[in-house]
T-cell receptor
Framework: GAVVSQHPSRVICKSGTSVKIECRSL??????MFWYRQFPKQSLMLMAT?????????EQGVEKDKFLINHASLTLSTLTVTSAHPEDSSFYIC????????????FGPGTRLLVL | SQKIEQNSEALNIQEGKTATLTCNYT??????LQWYRQDPGRGPVFLLL?????KEKRKERLKVTFDTTLKQSLFHITASQPADSATYLC??????????FGTGTSLTVIP
């Protein structure tokens, strides 16, 4: 099946710094990628839809200036958490949807962010 | 308001029995519904997709039903095994491009 990778898998940073998380589709092209965040024992909350070559679409309540998304190619989307604070600590997961009418989305392994 | 609720936060069953998980939704008109498995610290893994015009879908020991009148999907695992222990998530695709996830049910299969 299709493989999606995320890097880094785990990051610890100081409050006020920015953190970039990469999401790559390894063996397929993805015009659309999605970014989710998940708090412990809770479900995935969709943050934004990342579209290759255009601006991301953010869900209500998600600050676009706080969570910068760049989908520079058909295999790479990045999420940058700017000026991170402890409340941004969470599990961030990306997914990619295959093109050609496929409806399945494939998830990355997630990135655990801890802001001190 | 829109909601996707899964029956219980946690479900414990004996090995060999059938596990039944429920997903109910409110104020959505999904074109299709999906079920995923998530293990701790990992991303979800796709299991099954069922469309609005399908009543039932099967894959090996898994069976999914979809009732658009009741706005409910049931997910069954027959002959359950300890390796089936995980959190199971339902997700639906609304009229746009996005997928929205339910609250999840943590299943534990007891040997």
């Amino acid at each position: 099946g299709a493989v999606v990778s995320q890097h880094p898998s785990r990051v610890i940073c100081k409050s006020g710094t920015s953190v970039k998380i990469e999401c790559r589709s390894l063996d397929f092209q993805a015009t659309t990628m999605f970014w989710y965040r998940q708090f412990p024992k809770q479900s995935l909350m969709l943050m934004a839809t990342s579209n290759e070559g255009s601006k991301a679409t953010y869900e209500q309540g998600v600050e676009k200036d706080k969570f910068l998304i760049n989908h520079a190619s058909l295999t790479l989307s990045t999420l940058t958490v700017t000026s991170a604070h402890p409340e941004d600590s969470s599990f961030y997961i990306c997914s990619a949807r295959t093109t050609g009418g496929q409806e399945t989305q494939y998830f990355g392994p997630g990135t655990r962010l801890l802001v001190l | 308001s829109q909601k996707i609720e899964q029956n219980s936060e946690a479900l414990n069953i004996q090995e060999g029995k059938t596990a039944t998980l429920t997903c109910n939704y409110t104020n959505y008109s999904p074109a299709y519904l999906q079920w995923y498995r998530q293990d701790p610290g990992r991303g979800p893994v796709f299991l099954l997709l069922i469309r609005e015009n399908e009543k039932e879908k099967r894959k090996e020991r898994l069976k999914v039903t979809f009732d658009t009148t009741l706005k409910q999907s049931l997910f069954h695992i027959t002959a359950s095994q300890p390796a089936d222990s995980a959190t199971y998530l339902c997700a639906l695709k609304n009229t746009g491009n996005q997928f929205y996830f339910g609250t999840g049910t943590s299943l534990t299969v007891i040997p």
